[in-house]
Structures are given as C-alpha cells and as structure tokens.
C-alpha cells in the first residue's frame, strides 16, 4: 500500500456535486432538498467543511443561506476542482457503497438510539473519503489486472487533516481499521465510530478489495459497545440508490450557461444574506434592549420595593410620633399663652416650631414614598408659579438671591394635579436657591412646549453636583450625599411626583455653564380634547 | 356666663332653626335688641330663657349655656392638656372617653354637640365610630372634627367620606382646633371670656 506524496493529489480543492444537486442547492428552499442533497458525498463533506455536520446532529444554515453553493461557484475555475462521473465503474460501486454504509450507519443509530441518525448517516457516507478523493482526481484506483495499492484511510485521514475537519468525524473516518478503544483515545466519538465501523463492516461485503473494514476481531468492541452480541442485524445488501437524471449526467461545467445561472443565484443570495445580517444585527440589538428593559425591571422592582417600604415605615412612624408631638406641642403652646417672660416664651416658640418641623419631615417623607394619585386638572401654569415665588421669596431674600423667571407668553394646555406640581417645582426652585451662591441668581424657565412634552428649566449660579454624586441626585437612598445641593428630600420629591404625573426631572451637564435641572411634563395630547381650549 | 345671644346660638339652644328664631324675634314673640348701627339681632339670657319655658322647650341647654363635648383620645396627656383648654374657654362642657365602646355608650347618653375623635383608639376604629354615629338618625347634628397623627392623604380622605366633618393633623395649633370647633358650633370663634 502506498501514500501518494502530499503533492499535486491532495492539494484538491475537492469536486463538484452533481449538476442536480447543485440545481437543488441554487432554490430558495435549498434545505428542503436535504433528503437527496445528503446522498451526494461531495455535499456533506462540504457541508462538515463549514462546520454543518455535529455529533448532534446537521445544521443546514450553510444551505439555506446559499454559502455552501458559493463555496462551490468560487471555486468553480479552480483547474484543480475534481469531478466524479458517478455512473461509471469503480465509481458506481463506490457509490452504493458509500450510501448502503450510510443507510447502515443510520439505521444502526436509530436502533441503538445512541447517537443522532443524521450525523452516522453523514459519517458513514463519507467512510470512502479517500476514495472518492482519489476518484476526484481522475485517478485509476484499480488499473486492470491489479489490485490498488492505495491506503484509502491514510488519504483519508490527510485530507480530512488538510480540511480541517473536527476530530470526531477524522477519527470515525480516519481509523476504521483500528479497535474502539484506541480510536476513543484518538479523539473518536466512542458511539458514532461503533456504528460507522460496525455498518462498513456489514457494507463491505464483495467490496473487500477496498480495505476500509477492519478484521472481525477488532470490530467486536464496537458490536459489544451497541449491545449487538447476539450477531449483527440483517440489512439488505441492496439500498436504494437515487438515480442521478440523465439530463444533469456530466461534468456540470460543461453545462451552458449553468455557472452564470448559479453566480447570480449566488450574488442574489448574498444580498439576501447582507440584509439578513441588517436583520441579525437588529435581532441582537433587539435582545439587547429586552436584557436591558429586564435588568432596569428589576431595578425598578427593587425601587418599588423600597419606596414601598419607606411609605409603610413613614405611616407607622407618623402616628407613632405624631402623637407624642401632639402633646409636646400642644402644652407648649399651653404655657406660651400665659407665658411673660420673653425668654421663656422664646424657648416655648422654638419647642413648638420644632415639633412642626418633626411633622413637615414624615410628611416630606410620606409625599415622596407614596404621593396620592395625581388628581389632574386643566393646570395654571402661571398662578402656580406665582405660588412657587410666594413660597420662597423669603429664602431667596435672606441668601440675597436674584430670581428671574421667563414664562412662555401663550397658554399651554397642561393636566395636572396644581398642588403637586407646585411641590415639585418649589423642591426644584428651593434646591437651585440653596446652592447658588450668596448674591448669585436662580432664573426659571418655561420653554414652548416640544412635540407632547413642556419643559421647565431651573438654573442657578451655584456649583453643579459632584459627579459621582449625579446619578444618584433623585436616589433619597443614596447615603454618600455630603453637605449642600441635594440634602434632603427635595430632588427625589420632584422627581417623584413629575414622574407620577408621566414627566420626569433631569439633570443636565452643562461644562463652564450654569447649573440646570429641567422638570419635564407632558401636555395634553393634541388626539385628546384640551380642557382649556374648551374653557376659552 | 353668656348674657347674649345670636340668633345662630339660639337657634342651636332651643334646637329650632334660625329661621324660625328671626321670625320669632321679628313678630315679638321672642323679644332682644339690635346692635347698634346695624341690623343684627341679639337675645339677652332672660328673654331667651322666658321664650323656652313659653314654648314647652327644655331648658337645661341654657342653664348651663355650655356646648357639649365629647373627647375621644387614649392619650392621657392630650387629653389632658384638651380639657384644661377648654375648661379655660368656659364656653364647652367637656366629658371623655378613651376608647371607641365608651365614646359609642357616651354619645347616646350625653348627646354632644361636638365630638373631638382621635382617629387611632385601642379598641375600634375612628372610622367606624364616625359610620355609627353617621347611621343614627337621632344623632344628625352631632359634628365631629378626627385628630390624628395620620399622615397618609388617601386615609384622611376615606374618614371625611365615612362622616366626619373636619380633620385636624397631629401636633395641631389648639387655637386652630378651638377655631374648628366654634365653626362646627356656629358660635363665634373669640372666647367670651377673653
């Protein structure tokens, strides 16, 4: 037995399918001709080229998007490309040798249930390998009066190597001669090997002269391996063998016209591919924005979950503290009636102010963690601003801070509940207030209502917050807040309730620039009547 | 003691409507004065007392002159400190109850003008005492003004549907909590006594 050198031989780009198979690849539905396109040696090894062909079982994506027929049309001009004039002996025997291993193989998987079918199909098919290569090449395997004195496992197994073939299918193919055992420590699948080495054994048959199946005594582990003591199945020794039509007979380059046909099928299937690829990409960033919308679910369960908390923790704690309040202050304000001494009610006063301001704190609490439903109504902008600038003139007098406020000249429909959003307004005006600086400015914005949302702008001259400090500004649970602009419950109770009202609060960066919150709130859609249009 | 009477707190002493007290005061039957310069009318004590023994109508309302309170608070401090206060007013007569069965045994013996109710008791809730007062037609004037420590809107919402008339939040000013009163009352809000 010899090995042909490395050279000219086995430098093969591999060979053609048949000219039907290749019409078959060139359909739409390429994959659904799989049933006979697995019959053609030349498909299946192309397809375990493009990693189709699994210990699982076949993937035909490489069909279906039309790669696998590229590969093919590629190659096309290749002078090394080989052909197999299928019907001409040794070829035709080959032939059914190859498909009786592969129905063998099959139906072994299907009885021992212990590999998957498709893939000992596909792997006892291509047990010939070396074979065919040499057919291929136009090579006489058995000139006249001779017996060939090729190694066909040996070709095999180099040219599985030079095609990187996995190991498992190099292994079933490569080392059919060998015992389980040592093809199992070669990389082997210890099943499909059985199976693929038991059915060449049951193939082979008159075609002994071809030296693919191993001695009785090293085939014994596989039978025992597939629970086959009792004797080997009995398979006919005839399969059925799809005929080749005589019309797709030849070498299909030979066929007018054929390669131009297939180069624009292909060129058509690559498009197809490309904006396949647009929808892949689409596909990922779509699953993107679902684990993202998913991860934000959760942290938003969780931030309901705290809010939840603290508003059961506020209404628990209010009445518990409430009460006792109530009694503090309530004699306090006893003794302040009939109190002269200035000093003395000075004291009383400050008690009482105190205890208020214990109340203000649970019920600044309370409004952030559980604000009531919005009660909406066609809103004033313009008087609850007023109201805003009523309520914290006094702060902004005693900072000597200037307030400008720059509202839009016409209405705007807006629904609304007025005290909430002047709360949130206010947390807004007296945060910018708190951190502008002494005799700096706060300058209030509306701006004209864009698409289905108004935006009120407030800035001030104050530093902006510390940046590791800004992605937690509207977080009331965030405790790594030091002193100055947001302390409190301020931010966190704007955002609350614009958020309650569909709007949101959010802080914009602005380098060198003033610093500016915008509280965002949806206007009344133009799809939906506008309450103060039907008041004018 | 109270010498002189609106029509408003005569017509609540003799439980008649203020209608019927100006129609009573304008056809003579009921004699007083108007303040002088305008056209109010006012009942000295006598004149008022004379017209109920008149009329057949109990006069232990004006004997007293005092409007009836019932307080309802388990804390005794508050409670307390609530009956110096208005004890110091001289304008209400104050009993108590610490919890929602006595308040219920109370209202129906002592028939207050006003109950003062703690919306937390130990034993039944504010709200239901406010739905039983509500269901007893032989109570419709009794007001109610709830105090409580009770910070969530929608809860404060649910009393004032289920009957009462005003609510006050814990800690409260008490010269709000005796204004409140005296606008339940009809009565005008300074201290006759101050």
Known sequence: MTVPPLGDPLRSPGWLPIASSLAQLAETNAESHWPSLRCDPAIVLELARMGGLT???????????????????????????????????????????????????????????????????????????????????????????????????ALARRWMHRWQLPAWLVAT????????????????????????QTAVFLAQGQDAHLRLAPSAEFVEPSLRRLGLHGGPPQFPDVVPTPEIPDHFHGDPRRIPLLFDWLKTVGEHRRQANLSRAERLEREADELHRLLLEQRSGEALRLRDAKLNALAELAAGAGHEINNPLAVISGHSQYLLSREECPERRQALQAIVRQTQRIHQILNELMLFARPAPPQRQPLDLHAILQAVLLEVRDLADRKRVRLEVHEALQPIALLGDARQIQTALTCLVRNAIEAATEDGWVRIRQLLPESNHLEMVIEDNGPGPEPAQREHIFDPFYSGRTAGRGRGLGLPTAWRLAQAHGGDVRFESLPEGPTRFVLVLPTVSSGEESPIRRCA | MKTVFTTGEAAKICKVSQQTIIRCFDNGQLRGFRVPGSRFRRIPREALYKFMKDNGIPTDALESGKR????????????????????????FEVRVAQN????????????????????????????????RVRADNTLEDVRIICISGMIEEDKIQELKLSGADDFLHKPFDIEELIERMCAQLEIEPASASA
């Open chain 1, 173 to 196: 193919t490569g080392y059919l001669h060998l015992p389980l055992d040592a093809v199992v420590r070669l990389g082997g699948d210890a099943d499909l090997f059985a199976i693929v």
């Open chain 2, 68 to 91: 009836k309170v019932l307080l309802v608070d388990d804390d005794v401090d508050l409670v307390e400190l609530i009956l110096k206060v208005l004890e110091e007013d001289g304008r």
């Open chain 2, 100 to 131: 929602g069965f006595d308040a219920g045994m109370m209202v129906k013996e002592y028939r207050p003008d006003l109950i003062i109710l703690d919306v937390m008791l130990p034993d039944i809730n504010g709200k239901e005492v406010c739905q």
């Open chain 1, 55 to 153: 210990l699982t079982g076949v993937q035909l994506q490489a069909i279906h998007h039309g790669t696998l027929l590229q590969a093919f049309v590629d190659r096309w001009h290749d002078p090394e490309l080989g052909w197999i004039d299928w019907r001409e002996l040794p070829a035709s025997s080959l032939r059914s040798l190859g498909l009786r291993i592969a129905a063998y193989s099959e139906s072994l998987a299907q009885r021992t249930q212990k590999t998957a079918p498709e893939s000992a199909w596909c792997a006892g098919l291509l047990a010939p390998l070396g074979w065919y290569a040499l057919l291929a090449q136009g090579v006489a395997l058995f000139p006249p009066g001779s017996e060939s004195g090729y190694d066909p496992l």
